[in-house]
């Protein structure tokens, strides 16, 4: 057993004096800041994704959040619990939108489902923040987070 120990302890100890770090699953995928605008926060990003605490707001019974990922600077808006009937409702939405310069991509409920996600912003030293509509069929909800 001390063996074992030992042989991971010499591991990390070479890996840290070489100056090789043990990339995390959103530094791996090669996204961080700019180079994480328009992509899919899915395949780049999610894994350590967190809601900001000032980064939730209900409409009506759609939840909509402002998700950032800390490891890629970049973030990204997510409608959810937002089911969509196409006789008498128009599609749930969310945009995520940076403060600094106006940018945002949005995102709508498909068919058959009720989620969706926006593409991610680049969030290094800027603020951003989710807006969203829920329409519910006898009563339409919008509104936003606030900004993180």
Known sequence: M???????????LVLAASGTALATPANAAGCYGSSC??????????????????????????????RYSPSCRAAWARISRAPYV????????????????????PCSVPNGST????????????????????????QVWTGSTGSY
Do not use: F
């Not at 969310?94 to 106006?102: E, Y």
């Not at 989620?115 to 006898?138: F, I, P, R």
């Open 86 to 105: 196409p006789q008498d409702q128009s599609k749930p939405w969310a945009i995520v939108h940076r403060t600094s310069d106006g940018k945002e991509y």
């Open 2 to 12: 001390k063996v074992r120990n030992w042989a991971a302890s010499v591991t990390v």
């Open 37 to 66: 605008e328009g992509k899919d926060p899915a395949a780049y990003c999610q894994s350590d994704a967190i809601t900001p605490s000032n980064g939730a707001h209900w409409l009506g019974p759609a939840y909509l959040e402002l």
């Open 115 to 138: 989620s969706c996600y926006t593409k991610m912003v680049n969030d290094v030293d800027v603020k951003s923040l989710a807006k969203g509509g829920y329409d519910g069929g006898a």
